[in-house]
């Protein structure tokens, strides 16, 4: 690891990149007010990377995008601390998602699962993007995949070309902000509309390679996607996408209760914690909001500011972590 001396965030400081701009201040920010704010990954030989989605059923006013971002090395030493909790209250290899916490089996295990994800370093940084925008791509209206320079996109339906192509620049966002050159990058996504058979996942694959390299400013070595069919059958990958989809689908929940289809309020506001959602996702929510583990966490939102048609990011602290709702 490198010391901590060493900024983690390396800004992009790229007008010509729009909002990614944007969203990389907000990183530049955050760690300029808490030079402890994220790991220092740069000595990984090997970033992983696990993401997960929610907020994706009608009703949801907010989408939400989920990275756990961490070295290998330290995704591989956490296992028997994962394996610990399978084997105490989760032996029949029942799998851990937002969705299936009604479950009585998996809603004890819960909070294990997630104490010991607490000791996984790292950061967790999630993007709700408000669903009022529409397109992150185009000014006016829906994005038009028959349009795209990405010929493999062309055939897409629009909700799925829009997706993936979010997903694919924040999370080369994340690597161009704290990667190093010549790291190899492991990449598994949850298997769902984007990468829903194998000639998707390379297309996945293609463009996640010519978007990275427009904002890298160095190479990496190897890039590799994956998704949960990968796992071995001892839900090792299973279990590192399970964190990301509880995040994601409690957060998802808990904005559409405090903040609704409203944007977001004026910097410095104190929103009350949310009485109308789920125990299972306040029960994430409580966890998500102690960012003094080793597992980091940042919330991002995105939505339309006052008056503009332009896109705004507002840094998200919750309850419990010592802050409130607070711009860049």
Avoid at 23 to 33: G, I
Avoid at 151 to 165: F, G, I, T, Y
Wanted: hydrophobic letters at 45%; aromatic letters at 6%; one cysteine or more.
């Amino acid at each position: 690891m490198m010391p901590q001396s060493v900024p983690a965030w390396r800004p992009l400081q790229r007008d010509d990149l729009g909002f990614l701009n944007t969203l990389s201040e907000v990183f530049a920010s955050t760690e300029k007010r808490d030079p402890h704010a994220f790991p220092v990954l740069r000595g990984a030989e090997c970033l992983f990377v696990a993401s997960d989605y929610g907020g994706e059923h009608d009703e949801a006013s907010w989408q939400t995008i989920t990275f756990l971002i961490t070295d290998i090395i330290d995704a591989a030493a956490w296992q028997p601390e994962r394996e610990g909790v399978r084997r105490k209250l989760l032996p029949d290899g029942r799998r851990m998602a937002f969705k299936n916490l009604n479950d009585r089996v998996r809603r004890q295990a819960m909070d294990h699962f997630l104490e010991v994800a607490n000791r996984l370093p790292g950061l967790l940084a999630t993007f709700a993007i408000s669903k009022s925008l529409g397109s992150l791509f185009v000014k006016e209206g829906r994005l038009n995949p028959s349009l795209l320079e990405f010929e493999v996109l062309r055939n897409l339906p629009s909700s799925v070309a829009e997706k993936l192509l979010c997903i694919v620049h924040l999370l080369s966002l994340l690597v161009a902000g704290f990667s190093a050159p010549d790291q190899d990058l492991l990449w598994a996504t949850d298997e769902d509309s984007i990468a829903a058979n194998p000639t998707r996942l390379r297309h996945l694959v293609d463009v996640l390679a010519c978007v990275s390299s427009q904002l890298l400013p160095h190479g990496l070595r190897h890039l590799r996607v994956a998704t949960a069919r990968q796992d071995k059958g001892d839900m090792s990958l299973e279990d590192l996408l399970a964190i990301p989809d509880m995040v994601s689908g409690a957060l998802s929940e808990a904005l559409a209760s405090m903040l609704g289809v409203r944007g977001v309020p004026p910097r410095g506001f104190f929103l009350p914690p949310p009485t109308s959602i789920s125990m299972k996702a306040r029960r994430v929510m409580d966890w998500y909001s102690d960012n003094t583990q080793v597992l980091r966490r940042l919330i991002v939102l995105v939505d339309e500011a006052p008056g503009t048609r332009g896109l705004r990011a507002t840094r998200l602290q919750l309850h419990g972590s010592c802050g409130a709702l607070g711009q860049p």
